[in-house]
């Protein structure tokens, strides 16, 4: 994988526009987050239709709470560790709203959201650590200010609010596997 001006290159694309300009080209963080729709549901495309503002309420009693939300990541990975890009790197997704990261707020300034096809409590796929490892690694070449200390959950940069990517992500074979120890 590589990312080049901002693209992942060979990935699907599912733009949105909920997105906007960085308010500079410091991009020095990465978040990992979960999302199922309806909750605890994968698939139906239902994820890309939320990030493009084009989710039918009528489709799911859940849709109708959230339909209108201008929500967005960069990236999602599904069940399959299929990868497909929404935003353009170098723009600001909507992916972490109020939230703070070594005393600094507005996360989305400064980073990059990468959505799990999951649960906080279902376990994630094989197929997912693969992808997320092989991205994260495109990622950090193309932006070297997020190593692997600069990368959190949603859940540790709006705690209280968020819960993602739960207590199901095993984050220490995530970050053995970034750093090569098995």
Same mark, same amino acid.
């Given at each position: 994988?590589?990312?080049?001006? @901002?693209?992942?290159?060979?990935?699907? #694309?599912? $733009? +949105?526009?909920? =997105?906007?300009?960085?308010?500079?080209?410091?991009?020095?963080? &990465? /978040?990992?987050?979960n999302i199922s729709l309806p909750p605890?549901?994968?698939? @139906?495309?239902?994820? !890309?239709?939320?990030?493009? @503002?084009?989710?039918? *309420?009528? !489709?799911? *009693?859940?849709?109708?709470?959230?339909? +209108? $939300?201008?929500?967005?990541?960069?990236? &999602?990975?599904?069940?399959?560790?299929?990868?497909?890009?929404?935003?353009? =790197?170098?723009?600001?997704?909507?992916?972490?709203?109020?939230?703070?990261?070594?005393?600094?707020?507005?996360?989305?300034?400064? +980073?990059?959201?990468i959505e799990l096809?999951?649960?906080?409590?279902?376990?994630?796929?094989?197929?997912?650590?693969?992808?997320? &490892?092989?991205?994260?690694?495109? $990622?950090?070449?193309?932006? *070297?200010?997020?190593?692997? =200390? #600069?990368?959190?959950?949603?859940?540790?940069?709006?705690?209280?609010?968020?819960?993602?990517? @739960?207590?199901?992500?095993?984050?220490?074979?995530?970050?053995?596997?970034?750093?090569? /120890?098995?």
């Amino acid at each position: 994988m590589q990312v080049r001006d @901002g693209w992942l290159e060979g990935a699907p #694309r599912c $733009l +949105s526009a909920h =997105c906007n300009e960085r308010p500079s080209d410091d991009i020095s963080l &990465l /978040v990992i987050h979960n999302i199922s729709l309806p909750p605890g549901a994968f698939g @139906g495309g239902y994820v !890309q239709s939320f990030f493009q @503002g084009e989710l039918d *309420p009528a !489709q799911h *009693p859940y849709f109708a709470d959230i339909a +209108s $939300l201008r929500v967005s990541a960069h990236f &999602l990975i599904e069940r399959d560790g299929l990868v497909t890009q929404f935003v353009s =790197c170098d723009r600001r997704a909507w992916h972490a709203g109020a939230s703070r990261y070594a005393g600094r707020d507005n996360c989305n300034d400064f +980073s990059i959201g990468i959505e799990l096809e999951g649960t906080d409590e279902l376990a994630y796929t094989d197929a997912q650590y693969a992808a997320l &490892l092989a991205l994260t690694k495109a $990622l950090q070449a193309a932006y *070297p200010a997020i190593t692997n =200390c #600069r990368i959190t959950g949603h859940e540790f940069i709006a705690p209280g609010r968020k819960s993602d990517p @739960g207590i199901a992500f095993d984050w220490q074979r995530y970050l053995s596997a970034l750093k090569g /120890v098995s």
